[in-house]
């Protein structure tokens, strides 16, 4: 079976402070994303990468796919209050079954 | 239309009712698909359709649930003889084409069942 494990699952910072989230498996995907979700919302797509090694800037964010594609990471850049959200990695093997894992609750305070 | 659209927003139901979860997905997207999302957890595969065949259902949580797309459009969830477990909130996401990964989501239906 194969998982993703999101760590932390909590986190609460300041605003201002830098922060990463993991995404990690025992299994190879061809292609990873991130995605954000607000309360009450879907989650939105922030990015995908696809080659081992990528790392693609959107903004204060920085992703990371690892090399053997089995991992990835998310930084973030002196956080802001309106990062606050549900951060979720999903991967996909090339078909549609997307697996995603449970996700990164992340709090910042102003 | 211009995003993912799913109705109900909110279901509340009896223990035991049938309820009908709708999706309209992004107009011309091929590929739909259903998730499960419970208080505090991740997203849990349930189906997925490539136009109107559903060619993996292994993720549906029992023979209560069902679900149909018409038309290459409309999708519909039907979960039969609803139980407390089945209270979680629902997301559909479609995406271009076929092995096209990247989904994008509707808003969910948040189904409490009472």
């Known amino acids: 079976t194969q998982l993703l494990e999101q760590s932390p699952q909590f986190l609460s910072i300041q605003e201002g402070e830098n922060l990463t989230v993991y995404c990690n498996s025992s299994?190879?995907?061809?292609?990873l994303q991130w995605y954000r979700q607000e309360p009450g919302e879907g989650p939105v797509l922030l990015v995908t990468?696809?080659?081992?090694?990528e790392v693609k800037k959107l903004k204060r964010l920085t992703f990371q796919f690892g090399d053997a594609r089995k991992d990835s990471s998310l930084h973030i850049t002196a956080a802001q209050p309106g990062d606050t959200g549900l951060y979720l990695c999903?991967?996909?093997?090339?078909?549609?079954?997307?697996?995603f894992g449970a996700g990164t609750r992340l709090f910042v305070k102003a | 239309g211009a995003g993912v659209s799913q109705s109900p927003s909110n279901k509340v139901t009896e223990k035991g009712k049938d309820v009908e979860l709708r999706c309209d997905p992004i107009?011309?997207?091929?590929?739909l698909y259903w998730y499960r999302q419970s208080l505090g957890q991740g997203l849990e595969f349930l189906i997925y359709?490539?136009?109107?065949?559903?060619?993996?259902k292994s993720g549906l949580p029992s023979d209560r649930f069902s679900a149909e797309r018409t038309g290459g459009s409309v999708s519909t969830l039907t979960i039969q003889r609803t139980q407390q477990e089945d209270s979680a909130v629902y997301l559909c996401?479609?995406?271009?084409?076929?092995?096209?990964?990247?989904?994008?989501f509707g808003q969910g239906t948040r189904l409490t069942v009472v």
């Open positions: 996401a479609s995406s271009l084409v076929y092995g096209y990964t990247e989904a994008f």
């Open positions: 299994s190879v995907f061809s292609s």
């Open positions: 990468v696809v080659t081992g090694g």
């Open positions: 999903a991967g996909g093997t090339g078909g549609f079954k997307t697996i």
């Open positions: 107009s011309g997207h091929t590929a």
């Open positions: 359709f490539q136009g109107n065949s559903a060619p993996d």
